[in-house]
């Protein structure tokens, strides 16, 4: 046999050494993690196992090192216009404390990025917003918004990402554990609300977001306090479950919660209406780049769509399997697929033509093998709701 | 009587094979490592051969899927598959444990000699020591 993948972000068992490291790095590999290169990074890619990770995450909590994902900060008059004109979502009505899912759209509706826009108030009443943007994109990401910041001259743009770190908190005792660490009580964030405050003697965002399905908190620290804060936060968990959690992880976590992921569900051929987003475009009154496309592409209504699928039997679905009609012929195909360790079964999501998008049988062929997939609304996992 | 791994015969791709007279017949027994069960973590999916292919040295019999990953399975060894393991793929948790008594896979009545770049368990380890 060969250890080769077929589903990114597993890759070669080694990162090489030109890769960015995160300021976790050293713990990670102190840690035992399996390390990969992702996105220019050595991340790890599991710890104990991609299972116990996953479970732990559903059931108590898990700590992801998500210092991978870029953080660009704006600051100045304007900002949230300049930001209005490049998202899919409206940015210039939101209040401080809140935190929105959009997109970077280019001219024709593909999507270039998918990405958090935060509006934050410093403790000393200073106002800016912050773009988390996929680690894959970031550099692309820049240089898009490089000529169009022109046209906003009072707005300033500065990557956060190597001075800072990100660290995910996910799971049901996340938010209960955090309490114990902080000054502030993060229950009393909303779901999408964030804030800077002053944690651990230094400054930290804390958002109430994440990328795993679980109620969870996002932390954006200073690169030289993570591992202090990393382990302050496992400590504390510690009675109560919480592990570090690898990209393997996070990747059948998001999968579970139907999450697009950029590069497999998203790219630049792809649109947020085809993606089944579009509760992530406000294209009402605004004038944004991509919203002439993307108006039409709703009116007409897309070519092709994202659909959830569960192939049936134990083989896994992956990324790039052909999905088929019940008349055998080619109609899309799978763009993540993987087993479900919540569910115990295949699941699969997959881009298929909007004519056959209502089907209620489809193929899979996998690998030369064709199998029954049958279709299912996404999300496949939902956590269960908590009475209050 | 447990099969010892330091005698088995090991190829490059960590397929390990154990052969045993059987009434005149060489027969093959081949799994996979313990190595390379552990570096596959969380397994999912074994696809198996059908009894009577078969095989060529080098060729892709079957595959062994993670929760991330798929890899194929190479025959280390030329002749006809006389009996697959068909427990194995609804306990494929076994293999943790026993990856060279119950975790065998098949069985190949061979049809010509083993082929020399087939390793002994020191050079195997060896191989994964560095690998791992």
Not at chain 1, 163 to 173: S, V, W
Not at chain 2, 14 to 21: M, R, T
Not at chain 2, 49 to 71: D, M, N, W, Y
Request: proline letters at 6%; a negative charge.
């Amino acid at each position: 046999m060969t250890t080769s993948s077929t589903n990114d972000p597993v890759g070669t068992p080694s990162a090489p050494a030109d890769c960015l490291q995160t300021p976790l790095d050293a713990w990670h590999r102190q840690a035992g993690a399996k390390m990969v290169p992702f996105a220019g990074y050595s991340m790890p890619i599991q710890y104990e196992g991609i299972v116990a990770e996953h479970q732990a995450c559903r059931t108590k909590a898990a700590l992801f090192d998500v210092s991978h994902m870029g953080r660009l900060r704006f600051d100045g008059d304007h900002a949230a216009e300049f930001l209005d004109h490049v998202l899919t979502r409206r940015v210039t009505d939101m209040a401080p404390g809140q935190v929105r899912y959009g997109m970077v759209c280019n001219a024709d509706g593909g999507i270039l990025d998918d990405v958090l826009v935060s509006f934050l108030q410093t403790p000393s009443e200073r106002r800016f917003h912050l773009l988390v943007v996929n680690a894959s994109n970031r550099e692309k990401i820049l240089k898009w918004f490089e000529p169009h910041l022109a046209d906003f001259p009072t707005v300033t743009m500065s990557d956060r990402t190597e001075l800072t770190a990100m660290i995910a908190i996910q799971g049901p005792k996340a938010v209960e554990i955090c309490k114990r660490l902080f000054t502030i009580d993060p229950s009393r964030l909303k779901n999408y609300s964030a804030l800077v405050t002053d944690q651990f003697s230094k400054p930290v965002i804390v958002s109430r977001t994440g990328y795993t399905g679980e109620d969870g908190l996002e932390l954006i620290v200073r690169a030289e306090e993570a591992p202090r804060i990393w382990e302050n936060v496992l400590l504390a968990g510690r009675e109560v479950g919480f592990v570090p959690a690898g990209l393997g992880a996070r990747d059948t976590l998001r999968m579970e919660a139907g999450m697009p992921l950029y590069g497999h569900e998203l790219d630049e051929t792809i649109d947020p209406i085809t993606a089944g987003l579009k509760f992530g475009c406000n294209l009402k009154d605004r004038h944004f780049i991509g919203e002439e496309a993307l108006r039409m592409i709703a009116e007409q209504g897309p070519t092709r769509r994202r659909i959830g699928l569960l192939p049936q039997g134990k083989r896994p679905a992956r990324e790039g399997c052909p999905v088929l009609n019940a008349d055998g012929e080619t109609i899309g195909q799978v763009t993540s697929g993987g087993p479900s360790p919540t569910l115990g079964v295949p699941i699969a999501m997959a881009i298929v033509d909007a004519k056959h998008a209502e089907d209620v049988t489809f193929q899979i062929d996998i690998r030369g093998k064709t199998v029954e997939a049958l279709p299912t609304k996404l999300p496949f996992y939902k956590r269960p709701a908590v009475a209050k | 009587m447990a099969r010892d791994p330091s005698t088995l015969r090991y190829a490059e791709t960590h397929e390990w094979v154990d052969v045993q007279e059987d009434g005149g017949d060489k027969i093959a027994t081949i799994g996979i490592s313990a190595f390379a069960v552990e570096q596959l973590n969380d397994l999912v999916y074994m696809d198996l051969p059908e009894v009577g292919r078969q095989l060529e040295i080098g060729e892709e019999f079957g595959e062994v899927e993670s929760v991330k990953a798929v890899s194929p399975l190479y025959s280390p060894v030329a002749g006809e598959v006389v009996e697959v393991h068909s427990d194995l793929p609804d306990n494929l948790d076994n293999l943790n444990e026993d990856a060279f008594d119950f975790g065998w896979i098949l069985k190949v009545k061979l049809s010509a000699d083993l082929p020399e770049s087939l390793m002994d368990y020191a050079a195997y380890q060896k191989q994964c020591s560095e690998a791992g």
